[in-house]
């Protein structure tokens, strides 16, 4: 059986090239038919590229540009508007992996419906998603309620007591009668008695406003500082580009 391995040397690029010429059923892990279908190309495949140079014709670079629909009919023929319907007559849009990473499509549970995107690299948080949490007190104050006035009832009173209860002696004289007491003359003698003033309230009362109520003004401590945070996991830069034609390069 042949076998034939070449090695060449052009432009610093080592290319190797293989005959599959009489090739083994196996050889080194490979077949055939897996070195025939190695260098064929799907329409509408997507491949990473490690390269600042446009890819060989006919690979596009999946960076979302409008291209041609009679140009590329054989693309347009697999994705369609999938990603993009240009100007929706006569061009379509490659898929746009720029500052993106692929999800794969499920159907059945995907968050985007068909060929969609999503996402963002920096998020912030809205107070649905902060956990639950406490602030301290802070600077609070409470306000006036309004004007009011309180009434004051006070009728006249008098206040109570009594005199000193004293004794009068009468004695008889020549033509007339005399008298001596501890409260000097009088006209009609009573031998004992006193005089009472009466006791009074001073009947005073105190009116309210009725109910009322207090409004409180001020913040809590304030925290956090609503920045955006980044959500971005590890990642490296690199190209994709997209199969539009029939020679695989």
């Known amino acids: 059986m042949a076998k034939e391995l070449t090695a060449e040397k052009t432009n610093n690029a080592m290319i190797r090239t293989m005959s599959t010429l009489n090739l083994p059923p196996t050889f080194g892990g490979l077949t055939e038919t897996s070195v025939i279908q190695s260098s064929t190309c799907m329409i509408g495949e997507i491949r990473l590229y490690a390269a600042d140079s446009p890819p060989p014709f006919p690979w596009l670079f999946c960076n979302g540009t409008a291209i041609s629909r009679i140009e590329y009919q054989r693309l347009f023929s697999v994705i369609g508007e999938s990603f993009g319907a240009g100007d929706g007559k006569i061009t379509f849009n490659v898929p746009d992996f720029r500052d ?108 309210y406003d009725g109910t009322h109520s207090h409004s409180i003004n001020g913040l ?30």
Not at 176 to 204: C, D, E, F, L
Not at 225 to 243: H, N, R, V
């Open 220 to 249: 809590t401590d304030s925290v956090g500082g609503g920045k955006s945070f980044s959500i971005m996991p590890p990642y490296q830069t690199i190209a994709y580009i997209i199969f539009t034609g029939e020679n695989c390069a």
């Open 100 to 207: 993106r990473f692929p999800l794969g499509l499920n159907p059945t549970t995907s968050q985007v419906e068909g060929w969609g995107k999503g996402g963002n690299k920096e998020q912030t948080l809205t107070i649905d998603q902060i956990p639950t949490h406490q602030h301290s007190v802070g600077t609070l104050v409470t306000t006036n309620a309004g004007t009011h006035t309180h009434s004051v009832y006070g009728p006249g009173h008098n206040h109570g007591g009594s005199t000193e209860q004293t004794s009068f002696i009468i004695t008889g004289g020549g033509y007339g009668y005399n008298h001596s007491a501890g409260r000097g003359n009088v006209g009609t003698w009573h031998k004992y008695h006193q005089h009472v003033i009466p006791m009074g309230q001073t009947g005073i009362t105190l009116g």
